[in-house]
């Protein structure tokens, strides 16, 4: 994962939504000269249901990460024969992914560059709490199986995402595509209570050369004008959001947004109603070239945005996002929920992935459900928030359609033009009084 400021961390920065059980099966190598600590903290992370390997020194670390795999290692810095950052090293010529913390009682600078030059998950500073220790390992073992689990659903894609062909005159379809831009919405939908959850706002033109948006990026991309198209796009929905029938409003934002300053500008339309608004950043740009990307989120939660790691499964496979970002809300990417009720495989992933992010409280969202039989399996397998044509096309706004008193509208009855109710069809349709569920995690405060 790219190195980043955000992975080094004092004694008292342990994961805000840490657990307090090990993935099953997690089995973590700990590395320390202190026979007493050693033991210690076998105890400490066997306690919490870790498989724990020990040794004494860099060089057993070595030999051990060379015959084993891990889902973790913890390593004291200072060490005889190889030191932690040689274990560090060690570990990711074994395991390129593998999250690695290193525990010091007598921090350098030099040790804490060295950390996140080589990509230390966590540089934790001694004397640190059992409870602490437990919490960030179970921590990084989650990381690491959801990478793997990842992975495995980047190679199930079918197709690969590439940018726009080339076109002569691009700026002059460019300027035409941006003066015909609208947004069509489409629903999120939640099966437990038979509801509208949420929309995402997608991008469209009427320019016939660009009505593909991955054309339209592609070609503001190479224009070097993503500042100006994502400013459109957010101004376009931040004045429909008082019209939508649901709660939330999902908006996409490419990794090139984060470094645009008027995203984080209090007085921007958008920031007016980010208490309604989930910013979807795609995994389909890499966040490597943006810096401090952990400081530009978490500016963005204080201005009351929720944040969304969208296309899981198709994108960059890096853990840098997911924990940098460390999002409200997963959606699944359409190539990992297609054709899951004939897939094995994926329905194995989705299972996976499904109970770690409810071990760590975030939602999940699948998209592409088309089929009522890929419904029923993504139920069975814990997803109840679906998005799809089964549920809902893409279409405009209707201005007609009053905001929602408590955030728990049902679809409207609207005209041809805008947002139409759901199809009898997908089963969907509500009878009765409306059930009270407890709130899922993107329904909760911020900061609850």
Same mark, same amino acid.
């Not at 290193?102 to 996140?116: E, M, N």
């Given at each position: 994962?790219?190195?980043?400021? =955000?992975?080094?961390?004092?004694?008292?920065?342990?994961?805000?939504?840490?657990?307090?059980?090990?993935?099953?099966?997690?089995?973590?190598?700990?590395?320390?000269?202190?026979?007493?600590?050693? #033991?210690?903290?076998?105890?400490?992370?066997?306690?919490?249901?870790?498989?724990?390997?020990?040794?004494?020194?860099?060089?057993?670390?070595?030999?051990?990460?060379?015959?084993?795999?891990?889902?973790?290692?913890?390593?004291?810095?200072?060490?005889?024969?190889?030191?932690?950052?040689?274990?560090?090293?060690?570990?990711?010529? &074994?395991?390129?992914? /593998? !999250?690695?913390?290193?525990?010091?009682?007598?921090?350098?600078?030099?040790?804490?560059?060295?950390?996140?030059?080589?990509?230390?998950?966590?540089?934790?500073?001694? !004397?640190?709490?059992?409870?602490?220790?437990?919490?960030?390992?179970?921590?990084?073992?989650?990381?690491?199986?959801?990478?793997?689990?990842?992975?495995?659903?980047?190679?199930?894609?079918?197709?690969?995402?590439?940018?726009?062909?080339?076109?002569?005159?691009?700026?002059?379809?460019?300027?035409?595509?941006?003066?015909?831009?609208?947004?069509?919405?489409? !629903?999120?939908?939640?099966?437990?209570?038979?509801?509208?959850?949420?929309?995402? =706002?997608?991008?469209?033109?009427?320019?016939?050369?660009?009505?593909?948006? &991955?054309?339209?990026?592609?070609?503001?991309? #190479?224009?070097?004008?993503?500042?100006?198209?994502?400013?459109?796009?957010?101004? #376009?929905?931040?004045?429909?959001?008082?019209?939508?029938?649901?709660?939330?409003?999902?908006?996409?934002?490419?990794?090139?947004?984060?470094?645009?300053?008027?995203?984080?500008?209090?007085?921007?339309?958008?920031?007016?109603?980010?208490?309604?608004?989930?910013?979807?950043?795609?995994?389909?740009?890499?966040?490597?070239?943006?810096?401090?990307?952990?400081? #530009?989120?978490?500016?963005?939660?204080?201005?009351?945005?929720?944040?969304?790691?969208?296309?899981?499964?198709?994108?960059?496979?890096?853990?840098?996002?997911?924990?940098?970002?460390?999002?409200?809300?997963?959606?699944?990417?359409?190539?990992?929920?297609?054709?899951?009720?004939?897939?094995?495989?994926?329905?194995?992933?989705?299972?996976? /992935?499904?109970?770690?992010?409810?071990? /760590?409280?975030?939602?999940?969202?699948?998209?592409?459900?088309?089929?009522?039989?890929?419904?029923?399996?993504?139920?069975?397998?814990?997803?109840?928030?679906?998005?799809?044509?089964?549920?809902?096309?893409?279409?405009?706004? &209707?201005?007609?359609?009053?905001?929602?008193?408590?955030?728990?509208?049902?679809? !409207?009855?609207?005209?041809?033009?805008?947002?139409?109710?759901?199809?009898?069809?997908?089963?969907?349709?509500?009878?009765?009084?409306?059930?009270?569920?407890?709130?899922?995690?993107?329904?909760?405060?911020?900061?609850?």
């Amino acid at each position: 994962m790219p190195p980043t400021l =955000a992975s080094v961390s004092a004694e008292g920065a342990t994961p805000a939504q840490a657990t307090r059980s090990a993935p099953a099966g997690s089995r973590v190598l700990i590395v320390d000269d202190d026979d007493l600590l050693l #033991r210690a903290y076998a105890r400490a992370l066997g306690a919490v249901g870790f498989e724990v390997d020990r040794a004494e020194n860099g060089e057993k670390a070595v030999n051990l990460l060379l015959a084993n795999t891990y889902d973790a290692v913890v390593s004291d810095i200072n060490l005889p024969f190889v030191d932690g950052v040689g274990v560090l090293q060690a570990a990711l010529k &074994c395991d390129p992914d /593998m !999250p690695v913390v290193l525990i010091t009682g007598t921090p350098r600078l030099d040790t804490a560059i060295a950390a996140v030059e080589n990509s230390a998950f966590r540089y934790l500073l001694k !004397p640190l709490s059992m409870v602490q220790l437990q919490d960030t390992v179970i921590h990084s073992a989650q990381m690491h199986r959801l990478l793997v689990l990842r992975r495995m659903a980047i190679d199930l894609a079918s197709a690969a995402w590439s940018p726009a062909e080339d076109r002569s005159s691009l700026g002059e379809l460019f300027d035409c595509a941006l003066q015909s831009i609208w947004m069509a919405y489409q !629903p999120v939908f939640s099966w437990k209570e038979r509801r509208i959850f949420a929309y995402e =706002a997608l991008l469209r033109t009427s320019e016939p050369t660009m009505a593909d948006p &991955c054309v339209f990026l592609s070609a503001a991309e #190479r224009l070097n004008r993503m500042a100006e198209l994502g400013r459109i796009v957010r101004d #376009r929905v931040a004045a429909e959001v008082p019209n939508s029938p649901a709660r939330f409003i999902f908006v996409n934002v490419h990794s090139s947004d984060l470094l645009d300053e008027h995203l984080y500008d209090p007085g921007s339309a958008l920031s007016k109603v980010a208490d309604r608004v989930v910013l979807d950043v795609t995994e389909r740009a890499s966040l490597a070239s943006v810096p401090d990307v952990g400081a #530009r989120v978490n500016r963005l939660r204080t201005l009351g945005f929720r944040i969304a790691l969208d296309d899981m499964g198709a994108g960059y496979a890096g853990l840098a996002s997911f924990t940098t970002l460390q999002p409200t809300v997963v959606k699944y990417d359409m190539s990992l929920v297609r054709g899951i009720d004939s897939s094995p495989t994926q329905r194995k992933i989705i299972s996976a /992935m499904t109970s770690l992010f409810a071990e /760590m409280e975030v939602d999940v969202i699948a998209e592409g459900v088309e089929t009522e039989s890929e419904r029923d399996v993504l139920l069975e397998l814990g997803v109840d928030l679906m998005q799809g044509y089964l549920f809902g096309r893409p279409a405009p706004m &209707c201005d007609e359609v009053s905001p929602p008193e408590d955030g728990h509208a049902t679809v !409207p009855q609207s005209c041809d033009n805008c947002l139409r109710p759901l199809p009898v069809e997908s089963g969907v349709q509500r009878k009765g009084p409306r059930r009270k569920l407890p709130l899922s995690v993107l329904e909760r405060p911020q900061g609850a």
